[in-house]
């Protein structure tokens, strides 16, 4: 049996981004392709208290197959590669997109400045729907089609329940102070990945770091995109996936 290909989407987002590539890679993959919301996002309405790392990626391991291969994008390859560590029998391969195992910014880690997490949080509490497009601006920053693809964002969103509050704040928390980097080193499974050179919340020069720490891994390089490059370079990302599978 072809093993299960299952999407993990990032913070902010729901299922729905990954609609604009399905198709294909149900092509591509010649098995069952599956989007999972975190729980609290899309029509994922049960979750666990307190909502924290290993409680999350715990319910999502338990709806998963033995050996899926995990894509996660940004905030989803945390959760893809703590399940791969905790609950190996389920995943056969992480794909990371735009992803890192650490996303904070430290003297010798390149990642997103603590000032922007927590200017996310505190706006949070009074402009939800404007912190999540000021998040959608800074994915599609960079990409010559950013204006096309934040549109095209918002729309497959809003075919799913808006986040639920909680789930936005821990998802902040969890880009903010879980440190995987342990585990990415350590991986029983292959890890493999898939960049935009010019994105602003995992940084290129990361990339190199990423490598270091797990001289197996594998990893593509879009040259013009940015945090969302499934979006903005469809056919590069998906020829880039295509040779990952």
């Not at 790392?53 to 197959?65: M, P």
């Not at 370079?233 to 295509?242: D, G, M, P, Y």
Request: glycine fraction near 6%.
């Amino acid at each position: 049996m072809q093993n299960e290909l299952v999407l993990l989407h990032g913070w902010g987002m729901n299922q729905g981004v990954w609609k604009i590539i399905f198709p294909e890679l149900e092509f591509l993959h010649a098995g069952v392709v599956r989007c999972m919301n975190l729980p609290g996002y899309g029509d994922s309405q049960v979750w666990p208290t307190p909502y924290n790392l290993h409680d999350t990626a715990k319910q999502l391991s338990e709806q998963l197959q033995p050996n899926s291969i995990l894509v996660g994008w940004s905030l989803g390859g945390l959760f893809a590669l703590y399940i791969a560590k905790h609950w190996p029998e389920k995943v056969a391969k992480v794909l990371l997109v735009a992803s890192s195992p650490f996303f904070a910014e430290t003297e010798d880690w390149p990642g997103i400045k603590a000032n922007v997490l927590t200017a996310f949080k505190e706006q949070l509490v009074t402009h939800r729907e404007k912190t999540i497009e000021r998040f959608l601006a800074i994915q599609a920053m960079g990409s010559t089609s950013s204006r096309d693809d934040i549109k095209q964002l918002k729309k497959l969103l809003n075919e799913y329940p808006a986040p639920q509050e909680c789930a936005l704040s821990a998802g902040l928390d969890i880009l903010q102070s879980d440190d995987l980097r342990d585990i990415f080193s350590n991986c029983p499974v292959p890890i493999r990945g898939v960049f935009g050179r010019l994105d602003a919340l995992v940084p290129y020069r990361g990339i190199a770091k990423m490598q270091a720490l797990n001289s197996d891994f594998e990893y593509e390089v879009i040259d013009k995109a940015s945090h969302a490059p499934f979006i903005s370079h469809k056919k590069e990302f998906l020829s880039a996936v295509k040779s990952m599978l």
